[in-house]
């Protein structure tokens, strides 16, 4: 038994002095949020930084509960910002290191609240290192399904197949004219007639829908798009990733994983980044929230379309 202990402890640091010469992936996740199975940054994080580690492509790290306080590692070949955004936002009191460091040609990926951005940093950065950004005047935030057909030649689509996910995707995003839309799907009129966080804020004085989304029924929207910097680096945002059951779809989860190396400028494999099975234990560990007396498994079950021999998305 000691041998055994010794020889995987061998391979294991075998295993680790390897990947130190792989492209380094940083994934920084916000501090509690939502509530059960929503905004699980830490949870989420957890799973994206495995599937990276086991694909052996690239080296991942997985800062938990806000920045890390020696600031984000200087051979980060991608930042991965998953966490609450707008004026709460992390990257607000890290403007000048991400500033750096992209200059540099460093990636960087927003995850949803995370493209949520003030007018005024989203104006003066966000547009330059992402391509765009949730604008409070502008864009809204609905839950509804999104259908999605692989169809593009872009490398996130790698071994991706056609797939449908209820989530709270954003839409009508403020981008600058060199974003590339990468994952799109036509909301629902529903979702247009839906009153957008902030604007909702005003609670009992009522709120607005933005005047573009209320006219453009039918029109397809970008839920996540890619920009290719003149630094050389590349940017990345996603606005799906609200509901943590989501990352038990594969090819939800393979489309970020995707994105997620490709935003490191390392070349996405043919079949994609081939995610690990979650099974229900696995998705429901880690959060930050425990389950409340709403949590209805069988609900859950029906909305993320997992059946009773399949585990819990």
């Known amino acids: 038994m000691v041998f055994l202990q010794r020889l995987l402890a061998s391979c294991l640091l075998l295993a680790s002095s390897m990947a130190q010469g792989l492209p380094h992936i940083v994934i920084v996740a916000g501090s509690q949020s939502h509530g059960y199975g929503e905004h699980e940054f830490n949870a989420g994080g957890e799973i994206l930084a495995r599937d990276l580690n086991a694909s052996g492509l690239v080296r991942a790290t997985l800062y938990r509960d ?139 004085f009522g709120g607005t829908v933005p005047e573009e989304v209320a006219a453009n029924k039918g029109r397809e929207e970008t839920i996540a798009w890619g920009l290719e910097r003149p630094d050389g680096g590349r940017g990345f945002g996603f606005t799906g990733g609200h509901y943590h059951w989501n990352w038990g779809n594969d090819d939800y989860r393979k489309f970020v994983l995707n994105a997620l190396l490709w935003s490191a400028r390392v070349d996405v494999p043919d079949r994609g980044v081939t995610p690990i099975p979650l099974d229900l234990e696995e998705l429901m560990a880690g959060q930050d929230e425990e389950p409340g007396w709403g949590f209805d498994e069988a609900e859950v079950r029906r909305v993320f379309g997992f059946s009773e021999s399949q585990a819990l998305p």
Do not use: C
């Open 66 to 204: 806000g920045w890390p306080v020696s600031g984000i590692d200087e051979d980060a070949a991608a930042i991965v910002l998953y966490m609450d955004g707008e004026s709460g936002h992390e990257v607000n009191e890290h403007l000048d290191e991400v500033d750096a460091l992209t200059g540099k040609g460093v990636g960087l990926v927003a995850l949803h609240y995370a493209v949520h951005a003030t007018e005024p940093i989203g104006e003066a950065y966000f547009k330059r290192w992402l391509g765009g950004y949730y604008h409070s005047e502008t864009s809204t935030n609905p839950h509804w399904r999104g259908n999605f057909t692989a169809d593009s030649d872009h490398p996130a689509f790698n071994g991706v197949a056609d797939f449908s996910a209820q989530d709270e995707f954003y839409f009508n995003i403020l981008f600058t004219p060199q974003a590339r839309p990468i994952l799109v799907a036509t909301p629902p009129d529903a979702a247009r007639r839906h009153v957008p966080h902030p604007r909702r804020m005003l609670g009992l």
